[in-house]
């Protein structure tokens, strides 16, 4: 779909597509407009979606590398957890949106918009049928007093939802901006939020990195004092290096939800250590004894293959020479033939049919594993 538009190359989501068209038509508009973006953004041409516009263009977005995309294609951006508190209310003219995984943070953000639209004002929602996109294009129609329906563009949607009304009942957001004490995690309980990946939960690879620290350290010949949690989310790993007895740990993410929960959990666990907004450690220099990593491979709603990869290589580039580094992966992803491009000690540690644990090192004559690799049922 073009509508007699042309982008200089395809987005990765169509559904961040039909919003770049939608203000590529509407290039003669005046006013501000506010794009709020996550990673489904994270192939966006930014200099094609500023281009030509009569708008104020503002990009607000929880991924590191997509602010840092966006500002360096000239667009103003701020990395936030989607607090528009410092906006001023009724100010903008359009809100474009691509609604998110979670429920909370799309009503959270549909609740904002309404908050931030002049009177008159319109929200551009995108989205798919298994997104819920209907279901939200219906509640952000009562929500702004509109009626209008979600109109199918190829295998997506794209509704205009006007305003017409102010202060009505908002939508369920689960008090998205506050972070708050877990109640399903004993004996954890770690300070938590939505949108956070598997924010309500222990996630079952994460656990079984856990489960096998001991066992890991026991390769190093002088225990690691410092830790690089690579992919931190709200900090189940980091917080865990204090009962091993490293004494400095570093937690990244390229998640603004993630940054404000570990900072609180890592501050009741730890007196030393350092919290940094980076994608896949990017703009950190420090060479680290240990690294752990539970690298993501969806990026949005799609599969992304070159996810993990990414994360092997800023692992190369910010383990130590002496130093092992600590990977759990879906079982069925081969990121142990990926590795060998950049370690030259590569092994499995432990597999239980759906996760497997696998160690790397950048010093080939290091003996890893005189055992063979632990092996559990399902």
Same mark, same amino acid.
């Given at each position: 779909?073009?509508?007699?538009?042309?982008?200089?190359?395809?987005?990765?989501?169509?559904?961040?597509?039909?919003?770049?068209?939608?203000?590529?038509?509407?290039?003669?508009?005046?006013?501000?407009?506010?794009?709020?973006?996550?990673?489904?953004?994270?192939?966006?041409?930014?200099?094609?979606?500023?281009?030509?516009?009569?708008?104020?263009?503002?990009?607000?977005?929880?991924?590191?590398?997509?602010?840092?995309?966006?500002?360096?294609?000239?667009?103003?951006?701020?990395?936030?957890?989607?607090?528009?508190?410092?906006?001023?209310?009724?100010?903008?003219?359009?809100?474009?949106?691509?609604?998110?995984?979670?429920?909370?943070?799309?009503?959270?953000?549909?609740?904002?918009?309404?908050?931030?639209?002049?009177?008159?004002?319109?929200?551009?929602?995108?989205?798919?049928?298994?997104?819920?996109?209907?279901?939200?294009?219906?509640?952000?129609?009562?929500?702004?007093?509109?009626?209008?329906?979600?109109?199918?563009? @190829?295998? !997506? =949607? #794209? /509704?205009?939802?006007?305003?017409?009304?102010?202060?009505?009942?908002?939508?369920?957001?689960? %008090?998205?901006?506050?972070?708050?004490?877990?109640?399903?995690?004993?004996?954890?309980?770690?300070?938590?939020?939505?949108?956070?990946?598997?924010?309500?939960?222990?996630?079952?690879?994460?656990?079984?990195?856990?489960?096998?620290?001991?066992?890991?350290?026991?390769?190093?010949?002088?225990?690691?004092?410092?830790?690089?949690?690579?992919?931190? @989310?709200? !900090? =189940? #790993? /980091?917080?865990?290096?204090?009962?091993?007895?490293?004494?400095?740990?570093?937690?990244?993410? %390229?998640?603004?939800?993630?940054?404000?929960?570990?900072?609180?959990?890592?501050?009741?666990?730890?007196?030393?250590?350092?919290?940094?907004?980076?994608?896949?450690?990017?703009?950190?220099?420090?060479?680290?004894?240990?690294?752990?990593?539970?690298?993501?491979?969806?990026?949005?709603?799609?599969?992304?293959?070159?996810?993990?990869?990414?994360?092997?290589?800023?692992?190369?580039?910010?383990?130590?020479?002496?130093?092992?580094?600590?990977?759990?992966?879906?079982?069925?992803?081969?990121?142990?033939?990926?590795a060998k491009k950049h370690f030259r000690s590569v092994e499995v540690l432990a597999n239980n049919g759906s996760f497997k644990l696998i160690a790397l090192a950048l010093d080939k004559h290091k003996n890893i594993m005189n055992a063979q690799p632990v092996k559990h049922g399902k």
């Amino acid at each position: 779909m073009n509508n007699g538009f042309d982008l200089p190359r395809p987005f990765t989501d169509p559904n961040v597509t039909r919003l770049a068209l939608w203000l590529q038509g509407n290039q003669g508009m005046e006013g501000k407009c506010l794009a709020v973006t996550d990673e489904n953004w994270s192939q966006c041409d930014w200099a094609s979606l500023g281009a030509g516009q009569n708008t104020s263009l503002k990009i607000i977005s929880n991924r590191y590398d997509i602010t840092q995309q966006a500002s360096n294609a000239g667009l103003v951006a701020e990395f936030n957890d989607f607090d528009f508190s410092s906006i001023e209310p009724h100010s903008y003219d359009v809100v474009l949106y691509r609604v998110s995984k979670e429920r909370a943070c799309s009503h959270h953000v549909i609740n904002q918009a309404s908050r931030l639209l002049k009177l008159g004002g319109t929200l551009v929602l995108s989205g798919e049928k298994n997104d819920g996109v209907k279901t939200y294009v219906k509640q952000a129609c009562i929500l702004f007093g509109d009626r209008t329906a979600a109109e199918k563009k @190829g295998k !997506g =949607y #794209l /509704a205009t939802i006007t305003l017409h009304e102010f202060n009505r009942t908002l939508l369920d957001d689960k %008090n998205y901006p506050s972070t708050r004490k877990s109640k399903k995690l004993p004996p954890f309980s770690p300070i938590t939020k939505p949108g956070i990946f598997g924010w309500d939960k222990i996630d079952r690879g994460s656990a079984f990195l856990s489960e096998h620290i001991p066992m890991f350290l026991t390769q190093f010949s002088e225990p690691p004092q410092t830790l690089l949690d690579l992919g931190c @989310g709200y !900090g =189940y #790993l /980091a917080c865990q290096a204090s009962r091993h007895g490293i004494s400095h740990v570093t937690a990244t993410d %390229n998640n603004a939800a993630a940054l404000l929960a570990v900072t609180e959990n890592l501050k009741a666990a730890l007196a030393d250590f350092k919290v940094i907004a980076a994608d896949a450690g990017d703009n950190i220099v420090e060479r680290f004894d240990t690294v752990w990593c539970n690298p993501p491979f969806h990026q949005g709603f799609s599969v992304d293959g070159d996810m993990s990869d990414k994360f092997l290589r800023a692992t190369k580039r910010l383990l130590s020479s002496s130093g092992w580094a600590l990977f759990v992966v879906n079982a069925f992803i081969p990121l142990e033939r990926s590795a060998k491009k950049h370690f030259r000690s590569v092994e499995v540690l432990a597999n239980n049919g759906s996760f497997k644990l696998i160690a790397l090192a950048l010093d080939k004559h290091k003996n890893i594993m005189n055992a063979q690799p632990v092996k559990h049922g399902k």
